[in-house]
């Protein structure tokens, strides 16, 4: 099968009668713990011509359970496509996670999937994966309810980095922190902004630093700073980049922050194009400047500092 089929909930996966190997969770980031279950599923299906499907639930169950801090996520559903389609997943059902799907008890969980998807033929989740009402179900109950109905089980060990365990909350806090490098080592991928070019006040040229606009509202920002990012529009290839995202708060007062981009090569960028941002590398924090001038001398500083590292990431 090319390319992924999406299904807007269980009741809606009307799926090719082939078996199907299915990845459970909620994946966010599909960082590398993630992709270890996601390809195990892949693996499978290949070899027996089946179909490898990702469950998975939205919104987030703490938008159900904790409201008052819900969990705000690294990735939103159209960048979670963009990577599952990349991995080689065939189908990808979003099912809605309700007060009613809340209530469905770990005994009922693999009857209320067979139910659902009738060939269905295996489950891949991690070892520490829990589900059910009050997530009081374990991968051993798994085993012993799958073998009931006759589906197998694989569950993937835990993936750790720096001797701690690789986990969607562990790369928030980073992301948070700045901590680009980390965050992108334990999602295995390079973190990256999808957006449009947007036209901005224009004052960067006249400072000699012109920037793209690129509009983005994540969820959970990245810490507000200046990072070594590529530039991908097309088919073209990576335009090194500098890029600050933040606030601005030296020129202007708002609570809405930009990503700026202020390109280190020539490229055919034009507003209204669609670019993805590629996070490689943190600089320095965002920060507020006396005047212009002090800014544009840092700034200077920041294209040289971006400029080392792609020297030495060419040379590594
Ligand atoms: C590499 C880089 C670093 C930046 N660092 C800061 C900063 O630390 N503080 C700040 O207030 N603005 C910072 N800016 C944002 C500039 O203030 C902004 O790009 C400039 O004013 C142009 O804005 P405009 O695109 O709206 O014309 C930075 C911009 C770039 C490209
Ligand atoms: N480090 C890991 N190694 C292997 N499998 C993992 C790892 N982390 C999560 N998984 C598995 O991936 C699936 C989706 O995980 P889920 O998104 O619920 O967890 P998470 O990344 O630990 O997130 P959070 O930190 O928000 O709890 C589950 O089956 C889970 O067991």
């Known amino acids: 099968m090319s390319g992924l089929l999406q299904c807007d909930g269980l009741e809606a996966a009307h799926l090719p009668a082939k078996p199907l190997h299915l990845a459970i969770g909620i994946f966010d980031g599909l960082h590398l713990g993630h992709q270890s279950v996601i390809e195990a599923a892949i693996h499978s299906a290949r070899r027996c011509g089946g179909l490898a ?3 998975t639930f939205s919104p987030h169950p703490s938008v159900l359970l904790r409201p008052e801090s819900p969990t705000r996520l690294l990735m939103p559903p159209a960048m979670k496509r963009t990577v599952l389609a990349r991995l080689g997943v065939d189908v990808l059902i979003e099912h809605p996670f309700t007060p009613a ?3 469905v008890s770990a005994d009922e969980f693999v009857p209320h999937l067979r139910n659902h998807l009738p060939n269905l033929a295996a489950i891949y989740v991690g070892e520490n994966w829990r589900f059910g009402r009050g997530r009081t179900g374990d991968v051993a109950l798994l085993v012993a309810e799958a073998q009931k109905v006759g ?6 060990p835990r993936l750790n980095h720096n001797g701690a365990a690789i986990s969607s909350s562990r790369i928030r806090e980073l992301l948070t922190k700045g901590e680009i490098t980390a965050v992108n080592a334990m999602l295995g991928y390079t973190y990256f902004t999808d957006g449009v070019v947007e036209r901005g006040r224009q004052l960067g040229r006249t400072i000699g630093f012109p920037t793209l606009n690129v509009a983005w509202e994540p ?4 810490r507000f700073g200046v990072y070594a990012v590529e530039v991908l529009a097309g088919q073209n290839r990576p335009v090194k980049a500098v890029a600050n995202y933040g606030l601005r708060p030296t020129v202007a007062q708002t609570s809405r922050p930009l990503l700026e981009v202020h390109l280190l090569e020539a490229s055919p960028l034009a507003y209204g194009d669609k670019v993805t941002v590629n996070w490689l590398h943190f ?16 700034i200077e ?3 040289r500092s971006a400029l080392d590292f792609f020297a030495k990431s060419a040379g590594s």
């Open 53 to 55: 499907g990702v469950l």
């Open 101 to 103: 799907y809340s209530a």
């Open 151 to 156: 589906l197998s089980v694989f569950s993937a």
């Open 219 to 222: 969820e959970l920002p990245p």
């Open 283 to 298: 600089l320095r924090p965002e920060s507020k400047f006396g005047s212009l001038d002090e800014l544009r001398k840092q």
């Open 301 to 303: 500083k920041d294209r």
